[in-house]
């Protein structure tokens, strides 16, 4: 079966540090992954996009890859501020559609 | 510059009453659309979504419907509302034909009593 998965319980770092989010999946080919940041009672805010032929982006302190071998994509945050603290979610662009896969999401909370 | 609108913001509903919930997006022309499902704690559910007026595809089979009558408006009804249909309704929009970003508007709060 399709599945795409997150770290699924919440994850606390200190202030300062770097974090480390993974979404795996199964059983898609997409041709692309996003990952968007929600924070409560708000709709996602896009941060990045990362292509299936691409191994790594960069924004500021946001860095994404995606191993297509391995099925995997890790969002890393590099020093870490509270006001990061936000449930994070990527989602699957899946080949030949329109179509958006989001997975449950990663709930952070940085710590002062 | 682009905006989504979404309304209401919340909405409480008994059991069986019809839905509508309207998105309209402004500064921008033949955007794909969508309509998601958020429930309390979880991912977000792709409901529907729309390449063109008139044109739908819907990816739960449920009591829930859409429209696109006009380019930059989608509409998610439902008949009779189930206690199975709360939770936070999300609309979004994005540049149709290449690989881009969703913009999501500020979301429907429902609740089925």
């Known amino acids: 079966s399709q599945k795409i998965e997150q770290n699924s319980e919440a994850l606390n770092i200190q202030e300062g540090k770097t974090a480390t989010l993974t979404c795996n999946y199964t059983?898609?080919?997409?041709?692309?992954l996003q990952w968007y940041r929600q924070d409560p009672g708000r709709g996602p805010v896009f941060l990045l996009l990362?292509?299936?032929?691409?191994k790594e982006k960069r924004k500021e302190r946001l860095k994404v890859t995606f191993d297509t071998t391995l099925k995997q994509s890790l969002f890393h945050i590099t020093a870490s501020q509270p006001a990061d603290s936000a449930t994070y979610l990527c989602?699957?662009?899946?080949?030949?559609?329109?179509?958006?896969?989001f997975g449950t999401g990663t709930r952070l909370k940085v710590l002062a | 510059s682009q905006t989504i609108h979404q309304w209401p913001a919340t909405l409480v509903q008994p059991v069986g009453s019809p839905l509508s919930l309207e998105c309209t997006v402004e500064?921008?022309?033949?955007?794909?659309l969508y309509w998601y499902r958020q429930a309390a704690g979880r991912g977000l559910q792709l409901l529907f979504y729309?390449?063109?007026?008139?044109?739908i595809s819907s990816e739960v089979p449920q009591n829930l419907s859409a429209s696109r009558p006009q380019d930059r408006q989608f509409i998610l009804s439902s008949k009779k509302l189930l206690l199975s249909d709360s939770g936070f309704y999300l609309c979004?929009?994005?540049?149709?034909?290449?690989?881009?970003?969703?913009?999501f508007g500020p979301g429907t709060r429902l609740t089925v009593l």
């Open positions: 059983n898609y080919s997409p041709a692309y």
């Open positions: 729309s390449v063109g007026i008139g044109q």
């Open positions: 500064g921008t022309s033949n955007p794909n």
């Open positions: 990362i292509r299936e032929n691409e």
């Open positions: 979004a929009w994005m540049t149709s034909g290449r690989a881009s970003e969703q913009f």
């Open positions: 989602a699957l662009a899946l080949s030949g559609t329109y179509k958006y896969i």
